[in-house]
């Protein structure tokens, strides 16, 4: 529980405090209110705290994903922003599921219905961070060799100021951060 409850705070400070958008953080601090009191009944000794805490986590997290979705902006939904907001939302299912099964009543498939939506969170989160972006323009990078019938031995990809070979490698399948050019003769 500790583990996940660091994850969730990296979660929080990756998804970032602005936009604020309070009123779906108090919105959504009712319903972990709410999801606190359906568990707190079978919560003992040092769960009840550490439930309470966790639950609070888990929230905030979601309010820093929901939070990025931005209702009258021309951005409003773009597949990374949606994909913070989905994946945090199945992760409160996931752990929603999880806390029912576990200290109130079982749930029937539990572990596949909790697993299920604990990996599909996980893409979701992952893929919210895919913006590939220039960190020198803001600008949207494309990555890759520009030329797709090059040979691995005629293209160069830079990492920063680090220049390498690509070898043993289509250099059309490159598109993973590293920007790729057809190597100068």
């Given amino acids: 529980m500790v583990m996940f409850a660091i994850a969730h705070v990296l979660y929080i400070v990756s998804f970032g405090f602005r936009p604020l958008r309070l009123p779906v953080g108090a919105a959504l601090f009712g319903v972990a209110a709410g999801m606190y009191?359906?568990?707190y009944p079978g919560l003992h000794g040092v769960y009840s705290?550490?439930?309470g805490v966790y639950v609070l986590l888990l929230w905030l997290m979601l309010w820093r994903g929901m939070?990025?979705?931005q209702m009258f902006s021309n951005d409003l939904w773009t597949w990374t922003k949606l994909c913070a907001c989905v994946g945090a939302l199945l992760f409160i299912i996931s752990d929603t599921l999880l806390g029912v099964n576990k200290f109130?009543?079982?749930i029937p498939y539990n572990r596949a219905l909790i697993m299920t939506t604990y990996y599909a969170a996980q893409l979701g989160i992952a893929l919210s961070v895919a913006d590939l972006k220039d960190p020198t323009s803001g600008d949207v990078t494309t990555c890759g060799a520009p030329d797709v019938t090059a040979s691995s031995k005629e293209v160069y990809c830079s990492n920063n100021?680090?220049?390498f070979e690509l070898k043993d490698m289509s250099a059309h399948s490159f598109s993973n951060g590293l920007c790729c050019a057809k190597k100068m003769e």
């Fill in 104 to 106: 109130r009543i079982p």
């Fill in 161 to 163: 100021e680090d220049m």
């Fill in 37 to 39: 009191a359906v568990l």
């Fill in 67 to 69: 939070a990025r979705l």
């Fill in 49 to 51: 705290v550490l439930v």
